[in-house]
């Protein structure tokens, strides 16, 4: 997040998990998820707007 000059969170894989906390981070104002594919590789039931081999970056906004 530093590298890409955005603001956002670091957040352990169980929080992804955790509908209540994500629900959370979407009110604070978080538009997207990006995950490290190294560290969390499970399929989320979120629209995907980026794949790669290392990176998935998921939409939030708009999606409940």
């Known amino acids: 997040i530093y590298f890409t000059n955005r603001k956002g969170w670091t957040v352990k894989d169980e929080t992804i998990k955790d509908s209540v906390k994500m629900d959370e981070f ?28 290392h990176f998935i970056i998921y939409k939030l906004k708009g999606h409940n």
């Open 26 to 53: 979407r009110q604070n104002g978080a538009a997207y998820l990006i995950i490290n594919k190294t560290s969390f590789n499970e399929a989320l039931d979120l629209p995907q707007v980026y794949v790669d081999r």
